[in-house]
Protein backbone atom coordinates (compact mmCIF):
# COMPACT_ATOMS: atom_id res chain seq x y z
CA UNK A 1 0.00 0.00 0.00
CA UNK A 2 1.34 2.95 -0.38
CA UNK A 3 1.77 5.22 2.23
CA UNK A 4 3.90 8.50 3.76
CA UNK A 5 5.22 8.39 7.23
CA UNK A 6 6.31 11.36 9.33
CA UNK A 7 7.16 10.01 12.40
CA UNK A 8 7.63 13.90 14.34
CA UNK A 9 5.06 15.33 15.70
CA UNK A 10 6.58 18.51 16.87
CA UNK A 11 10.35 19.90 16.30
CA UNK A 12 11.89 22.85 17.85
CA UNK A 13 15.20 24.33 16.33
CA UNK A 14 17.14 27.79 17.08
CA UNK A 15 16.95 30.70 14.86
CA UNK A 16 19.83 30.19 12.35
CA UNK A 17 20.34 26.58 12.92
CA UNK A 18 19.86 23.66 10.41
CA UNK A 19 16.93 21.37 11.36
CA UNK A 20 16.08 17.80 9.56
CA UNK A 21 12.08 16.90 9.48
CA UNK A 22 11.88 12.87 8.09
CA UNK A 23 9.92 11.34 5.81
CA UNK A 24 9.33 7.42 4.85
CA UNK A 25 7.29 6.24 2.38
CA UNK A 26 6.37 3.07 1.01
CA UNK A 27 5.34 2.29 -2.79
CA UNK A 28 5.63 -0.85 -5.00
CA UNK A 29 5.22 1.92 -8.38
CA UNK A 30 8.50 2.60 -10.00
CA UNK A 31 7.83 6.37 -10.82
CA UNK A 32 6.73 8.30 -8.43
CA UNK A 33 7.34 11.95 -6.92
CA UNK A 34 7.80 13.26 -3.75
CA UNK A 35 7.14 17.42 -2.36
CA UNK A 36 7.18 19.01 1.04
CA UNK A 37 4.91 21.28 1.30
CA UNK A 38 4.68 24.01 4.48
CA UNK A 39 1.00 25.58 5.75
CA UNK A 40 1.43 28.02 7.87
CA UNK A 41 -1.82 28.98 10.41
CA UNK A 42 -2.96 30.48 7.46
CA UNK A 43 -4.10 27.36 6.11
CA UNK A 44 -2.09 27.65 2.46
CA UNK A 45 -0.42 25.16 1.33
CA UNK A 46 3.14 26.07 -0.13
CA UNK A 47 5.06 24.38 -2.03
CA UNK A 48 8.54 23.59 -1.00
CA UNK A 49 10.15 21.39 -2.79
CA UNK A 50 10.04 18.41 -5.35
CA UNK A 51 12.07 15.16 -5.89
CA UNK A 52 11.02 12.58 -8.90
CA UNK A 53 12.25 9.19 -8.26
CA UNK A 54 14.80 8.65 -10.58
CA UNK A 55 16.33 12.07 -10.35
CA UNK A 56 19.49 10.96 -8.99
CA UNK A 57 20.83 14.34 -7.34
CA UNK A 58 19.03 15.39 -4.23
CA UNK A 59 16.69 18.71 -4.95
CA UNK A 60 17.73 21.73 -3.66
CA UNK A 61 15.61 25.25 -3.25
CA UNK A 62 17.45 28.04 -1.22
CA UNK A 63 17.59 27.23 1.95
CA UNK A 64 15.72 23.87 1.34
CA UNK A 65 17.17 20.69 0.10
CA UNK A 66 15.39 17.00 0.05
CA UNK A 67 17.86 14.18 1.25
CA UNK A 68 16.88 11.71 -0.96
CA UNK A 69 17.23 8.10 0.15
CA UNK A 70 15.81 5.69 -2.29
CA UNK A 71 17.04 2.54 -1.01
CA UNK A 72 15.82 3.27 2.62
CA UNK A 73 12.96 5.18 1.19
CA UNK A 74 13.28 8.17 3.13
CA UNK A 75 13.12 11.77 1.89
CA UNK A 76 13.93 14.18 4.72
CA UNK A 77 13.58 17.79 4.50
CA UNK A 78 16.59 20.14 5.43
CA UNK A 79 15.76 23.64 6.44
CA UNK A 80 19.39 25.74 7.03
CA UNK A 81 19.74 28.67 8.84
CA UNK A 82 16.35 28.55 10.44
CA UNK A 83 13.95 31.58 10.61
CA UNK A 84 11.65 32.63 12.61
CA UNK A 85 8.81 32.84 9.89
CA UNK A 86 9.71 29.17 9.11
CA UNK A 87 7.52 28.07 12.05
CA UNK A 88 4.44 26.50 10.56
CA UNK A 89 3.29 22.21 9.82
CA UNK A 90 5.30 20.45 7.36
CA UNK A 91 3.75 17.90 5.19
CA UNK A 92 5.59 15.52 3.12
CA UNK A 93 3.45 14.05 0.28
CA UNK A 94 3.93 11.53 -2.34
CA UNK A 95 2.53 12.05 -6.02
CA UNK A 96 1.54 8.32 -7.55
CA UNK A 97 0.05 7.04 -10.44
CA UNK A 98 -3.68 5.70 -11.04
CA UNK A 99 -5.35 7.80 -8.64
CA UNK A 100 -8.96 7.45 -8.79
CA UNK A 101 -10.36 8.56 -12.30
CA UNK A 102 -6.45 7.28 -13.73
CA UNK A 103 -5.33 11.06 -12.51
CA UNK A 104 -1.95 11.58 -10.34
CA UNK A 105 -2.77 11.64 -6.72
CA UNK A 106 -0.91 12.76 -3.91
CA UNK A 107 -1.37 11.33 -0.45
CA UNK A 108 0.46 13.17 2.37
CA UNK A 109 1.74 12.63 6.13
CA UNK A 110 0.60 13.49 8.91
CA UNK A 111 2.74 16.65 9.32
CA UNK A 112 5.01 17.47 11.39
CA UNK A 113 5.05 21.02 13.31
CA UNK A 114 8.19 23.18 13.38
CA UNK A 115 8.92 25.35 16.31
CA UNK A 116 11.74 28.12 15.50
CA UNK A 117 12.81 30.08 18.59
CA UNK A 118 14.67 33.09 18.41
CA UNK B 1 3.28 27.83 -11.04
CA UNK B 2 -0.18 28.73 -10.41
CA UNK B 3 -2.34 31.47 -8.36
CA UNK B 4 -5.51 29.79 -7.10
CA UNK B 5 -7.85 31.27 -5.29
CA UNK B 6 -11.22 30.20 -2.96
CA UNK B 7 -14.66 31.89 -2.30
CA UNK B 8 -15.66 32.35 0.47
CA UNK B 9 -12.29 31.91 2.85
CA UNK B 10 -14.84 30.95 5.54
CA UNK B 11 -19.04 30.39 5.94
CA UNK B 12 -20.66 29.92 8.80
CA UNK B 13 -23.79 27.74 8.43
CA UNK B 14 -26.86 26.51 10.33
CA UNK B 15 -26.85 22.57 10.26
CA UNK B 16 -29.77 21.22 7.32
CA UNK B 17 -28.24 24.27 4.90
CA UNK B 18 -25.81 23.86 1.51
CA UNK B 19 -22.88 25.67 1.11
CA UNK B 20 -21.06 26.22 -2.43
CA UNK B 21 -17.48 27.03 -2.45
CA UNK B 22 -15.41 28.28 -5.26
CA UNK B 23 -12.08 27.46 -6.73
CA UNK B 24 -11.02 29.67 -9.59
CA UNK B 25 -7.50 29.08 -11.45
CA UNK B 26 -6.71 32.57 -12.12
CA UNK B 27 -3.66 32.45 -14.58
CA UNK B 28 -3.99 28.81 -15.90
CA UNK B 29 -6.87 26.96 -17.47
CA UNK B 30 -7.14 23.60 -15.67
CA UNK B 31 -8.17 20.53 -16.93
CA UNK B 32 -8.07 18.76 -13.13
CA UNK B 33 -8.43 20.08 -9.92
CA UNK B 34 -8.71 18.54 -6.98
CA UNK B 35 -10.58 19.16 -3.52
CA UNK B 36 -9.31 18.15 -0.13
CA UNK B 37 -10.63 17.94 3.13
CA UNK B 38 -8.48 18.85 6.63
CA UNK B 39 -9.87 18.20 10.23
CA UNK B 40 -7.62 20.04 12.84
CA UNK B 41 -4.32 19.19 13.62
CA UNK B 42 -4.62 16.44 10.86
CA UNK B 43 -3.43 16.24 7.37
CA UNK B 44 -4.95 16.73 3.98
CA UNK B 45 -7.50 13.78 2.80
CA UNK B 46 -8.35 14.17 -1.04
CA UNK B 47 -11.87 13.84 -1.46
CA UNK B 48 -12.66 14.02 -4.88
CA UNK B 49 -10.46 14.74 -8.48
CA UNK B 50 -12.69 17.54 -10.54
CA UNK B 51 -12.05 17.02 -14.77
CA UNK B 52 -13.27 20.16 -16.95
CA UNK B 53 -16.91 18.85 -18.83
CA UNK B 54 -17.45 15.71 -17.20
CA UNK B 55 -18.18 13.99 -13.88
CA UNK B 56 -15.87 14.27 -10.74
CA UNK B 57 -14.00 10.99 -9.35
CA UNK B 58 -14.56 10.53 -5.89
CA UNK B 59 -12.34 8.97 -3.57
CA UNK B 60 -13.46 5.84 -1.49
CA UNK B 61 -15.84 6.84 1.36
CA UNK B 62 -16.17 9.97 0.05
CA UNK B 63 -20.51 10.47 -0.21
CA UNK B 64 -20.85 11.87 -3.97
CA UNK B 65 -24.28 12.86 -3.33
CA UNK B 66 -23.50 14.73 -0.35
CA UNK B 67 -20.49 16.74 -1.86
CA UNK B 68 -21.43 17.83 -5.37
CA UNK B 69 -18.77 18.99 -7.67
CA UNK B 70 -19.41 20.95 -10.77
CA UNK B 71 -16.24 21.79 -13.07
CA UNK B 72 -18.00 23.34 -15.77
CA UNK B 73 -14.89 25.55 -17.18
CA UNK B 74 -11.60 25.62 -17.12
CA UNK B 75 -10.85 28.09 -14.43
CA UNK B 76 -14.02 27.03 -12.30
CA UNK B 77 -15.14 24.39 -10.35
CA UNK B 78 -17.03 24.17 -7.04
CA UNK B 79 -17.83 21.86 -4.52
CA UNK B 80 -21.32 22.05 -2.83
CA UNK B 81 -21.72 20.66 0.62
CA UNK B 82 -25.74 19.69 0.73
CA UNK B 83 -27.35 19.34 3.88
CA UNK B 84 -24.33 20.22 6.10
CA UNK B 85 -23.81 18.61 9.48
CA UNK B 86 -21.74 20.01 12.40
CA UNK B 87 -19.51 16.94 11.15
CA UNK B 88 -19.05 18.58 7.82
CA UNK B 89 -17.18 21.57 9.82
CA UNK B 90 -13.64 21.37 7.94
CA UNK B 91 -10.83 23.30 6.26
CA UNK B 92 -11.87 22.42 2.67
CA UNK B 93 -9.02 23.09 0.05
CA UNK B 94 -8.66 23.05 -3.77
CA UNK B 95 -5.97 22.55 -6.26
CA UNK B 96 -5.18 22.50 -9.92
CA UNK B 97 -2.97 20.00 -11.34
CA UNK B 98 -0.07 21.65 -14.06
CA UNK B 99 2.24 20.05 -15.90
CA UNK B 100 6.34 20.86 -15.32
CA UNK B 101 9.57 19.77 -16.98
CA UNK B 102 11.63 18.49 -14.46
CA UNK B 103 14.84 16.83 -14.42
CA UNK B 104 13.56 13.34 -15.24
CA UNK B 105 11.00 14.36 -18.02
CA UNK B 106 7.25 16.17 -17.29
CA UNK B 107 5.97 15.45 -13.86
CA UNK B 108 2.13 17.17 -12.60
CA UNK B 109 2.61 19.62 -9.39
CA UNK B 110 -0.28 20.30 -7.68
CA UNK B 111 -0.82 24.11 -6.91
CA UNK B 112 -3.26 24.81 -3.86
CA UNK B 113 -6.07 27.86 -2.89
CA UNK B 114 -6.06 28.98 0.41
CA UNK B 115 -8.26 26.64 1.73
CA UNK B 116 -12.52 27.78 2.67
CA UNK B 117 -13.10 27.21 6.24
CA UNK B 118 -16.30 25.73 7.07
CA UNK B 119 -18.54 25.44 10.15
CA UNK B 120 -21.59 24.12 10.90
CA UNK B 121 -23.51 25.01 13.57
Known amino acids: AQKITQTQPGMFVQEKEAVTLDCTYDTSDQSYGLFWYKQPSSGEMIFLIYQGSYDEQNATEGRYSLNFQKARKSANLVISASQLGDSAMYFC???????????????FGAGTRLAVHP | GAVVSQHPSWVICKSGTSVKIECRSL??????MFWYRQFPKQSLMLMATSNEGSKATYEQGVEKDKFLINHASLTLSTLTVTSAHPEDSSFYIC?????????????????FGPGTRLTVL
Open chain 2, 95 to 111: SVSKGLAGPEGSYNEQF
Open chain 2, 27 to 32: DFQATT
Open chain 1, 93 to 107: AMRVPGGSGGYNKLI
